[in-house]
Every structure is written in structure tokens, then in C-alpha cells.
């Protein structure tokens, strides 16, 4: 079961704050979080593992809360080259050898 | 900075014909992932592989689709006898462990089918 992301798209301008949500209906051991630019392979955020809260590279941060089986991707203070489709893929093997990505959330930051 | 390595860039099979997808790993890595993303949809999940045998595989993953390492440093994918259905993009990626390690991914392989 694939985990379910929110929302599906977000415009934003620069400077502003955005929010993206993961969800799974399935205990998670590690959440992980990926961007990727169109006609690019997903690049590596950030992993989110059981009872932790990571934070990332610029201004992008992380949340897990995995009793509700739940992740946010905080991005504060957007630059231009935020723009980008965030992926979250989610564990529930422990073993993280297989991961099930949402569907995307598609961010646009202008100027 | 190491990175995943996928060669071709893009290829262009007819329906039926059997095709393979070059991946080179980050060197000391010891996990390797397929993945593929269908235009415009979520990246799927296809077999993971580890110490020379396939560790985990998707329902996608039936007995058309194979996966090798046939060297040191290569780990290929195979399609058998190809699907209009297989177009898409097909991603090569490697950990230096599961768990909490990342998974690094090529640049892809564009698969067409015709």
C-alpha cells in the first residue's frame, strides 16, 4: 500500500514556507524523502528513522511521528531551486531494502 | 562525489525484443535497487539485491525482468521479451548498507518500446 502524500501540488513564492505531508497506513520503521527536478533522477533529502526528527541540508527539515505513521517535509524560506516533484518513501520492513513512494507533491517556487 | 552510473541514456526497443540496463554502483556499495517511473507517475519499486541474490522484488517484478551482477562493478537488468507496457524510465540505485543508509540513484535509463 502506498503511502499518501499532500497535497498533490503547492505554488509558492520565494520566501514563503510550505508543508508536504506523508502518510501510511502501515507502522513504519523509516521514512525517507527525495526531490526530483524534471528529466532528473530523485536526489536524497533526508531519512526520518523511528523516534527521530532529522534535519537536512539548507533550510528543508523533517518530521516523524510514527504512531500515527506520519511525516512532514518542512521547507522554510523557499529558493528557487526548491522547485521540484518531493517523493517520500516509506519502510515498513525494517529493512529498508524495499522502499513504496507516494505519489509526488509537485512544488513550484516563483520569484 | 561517487555517483550511480547508468548507461544507455536512452533506448529505443521494438515490442517482443529483449533489452538490458547497465548500471554501475557506487563503488563501495553493497545494496542495489531497480526502480522505474512510468511518465508523469511515482517511482516503483522493482528488486533489490544484495550479496549476489535478489534480497527483495515486486509484484511488477514477474519472470520477465532479471537482474545480475555479472562483475565487480556492473548490475544489469534484463527484460526478456519486452511489453509496450515496459516503456518508462528505469532507475539504478545503490546503498552502502539498508536501514537508515540513502539510496543513491543514476541518472536513469529512458526506456521506448515500440
Known amino acids: 500500500q502506498q503511502p499518501v502524500q499532500s497535497p498533490q501540488a503547492v505554488i509558492l513564492r520565494e520566501g514563503e514556507d510550505a508543508v508536504i505531508n506523508c502518510s501510511s497506513s502501515k507502522a513504519l520503521y523509516s521514512v525517507h524523502w527525495y526531490r526530483q527536478k524534471h528529466g532528473e533522477a530523485p536526489v536524497f533529502l533526508m531519512i526520518l528513522l523511528k523516534g527521530g526528527e532529522q534535519k537536512g541540508h539548507d533550510k528543508i527539515s523533517a518530521s516523524f511521528n510514527e504512531k500515527k505513521q506520519q511525516s512532514s517535509l518542512y521547507l522554510t524560506a523557499s529558493q528557487l531551486s526548491y522547485s521540484g516533484t518531493y517523493f517520500c518513501?516509506?519502510?515498513?520492513?525494517?529493512?529498508?531494502?524495499?522502499?513504496?513512494f507516494g505519489s509526488g507533491t509537485q512544488l513550484t517556487v516563483l520569484p | 562525489e561517487p555517483e550511480v552510473t547508468q548507461t544507455p541514456s536512452h533506448q529505443v526497443t521494438q515490442m517482443g525484443q529483449e533489452v538490458i540496463l547497465r548500471c554501475v554502483p557506487i563503488s563501495n556499495h553493497l545494496y542495489f535497487y531497480w526502480y522505474r517511473q512510468i511518465l508523469g507517475q511515482k517511482v516503483e519499486f522493482l528488486v533489490s539485491?544484495?550479496?549476489?541474490?535478489?534480497?527483495?522484488k515486486s509484484e511488477i517484478f514477474d519472470d520477465q525482468f532479471s537482474v545480475e551482477r555479472p562483475d565487480g562493478s556492473n548490475f544489469t537488468l534484463k527484460i526478456r521479451s519486452t511489453k509496450l507496457e515496459d516503456s518508462a524510465m528505469y532507475f539504478c540505485?545503490?546503498?552502502?548498507?539498508?536501514?537508515?543508509?540513502?539510496?543513491?540513484f543514476g541518472d536513469g535509463t529512458r526506456l521506448s518500446i515500440l
Open positions: 539485491f544484495y550479496n549476489n541474490e535478489i534480497s527483495e
Open positions: 540505485a545503490s546503498s552502502n548498507r539498508a536501514g537508515n543508509q540513502p539510496q543513491h
Open positions: 518513501g516509506t519502510d515498513d520492513s525494517g529493512s529498508a531494502r524495499q522502499l513504496t
